[in-house]
Nanobody, 126 residues
């Protein structure tokens, strides 16, 4: 089992930056992929970014490419999401996710991840 805890959300003005962090505990040695998703009430959960073990491969949603950066430190069992040039449409609850397997066709899908954090709110004001 793996437990994930996010931190770093908050309120920021458009154009500003925030850094989210997610700390894993449990069978962290077996985690092959870590990701960030986000969700707005009434909408489907949306893929944001993912990173495989050792940051060998990274993936980004087109909507955040060039503005967000995912990084992971497997020695500290953390994955972070640096968010720059934030827009009001980035407002959402952000979730950290992880899994023991990397399935290419599911990297951008929520059902590709077994473990989820509780989420952290990010609000970007215009």
């Amino acid at each position: 089992q793996v437990q994930l805890v996010e931190s770093g959300g908050g309120l920021v003005q458009a154009g500003g930056s925030l850094r989210l962090s997610c700390t894993a505990s449990g069978r962290t040695y077996a985690i092959a992929i870590k990701a960030w998703f986000r969700q707005v009430p009434g909408k489907e959960r949306e893929f944001v970014a993912a990173s495989t073990w050792g940051a060998r491969d990274t993936y980004y949603a087109d909507s955040v490419k060039g503005r967000f950066t995912i990084s992971r430190d497997d020695t500290k069992n953390t994955v972070s999401l640096q968010m720059n040039s934030l827009k009001p449409e980035d407002t959402a609850v952000y979730y950290c996710a992880a899994d023991f397997l990397v399935r290419d066709v599911l990297v951008r899908q929520g059902n590709g991840y077994k473990y989820w954090g509780q989420g952290t709110q990010v609000t970007v004001s215009s």
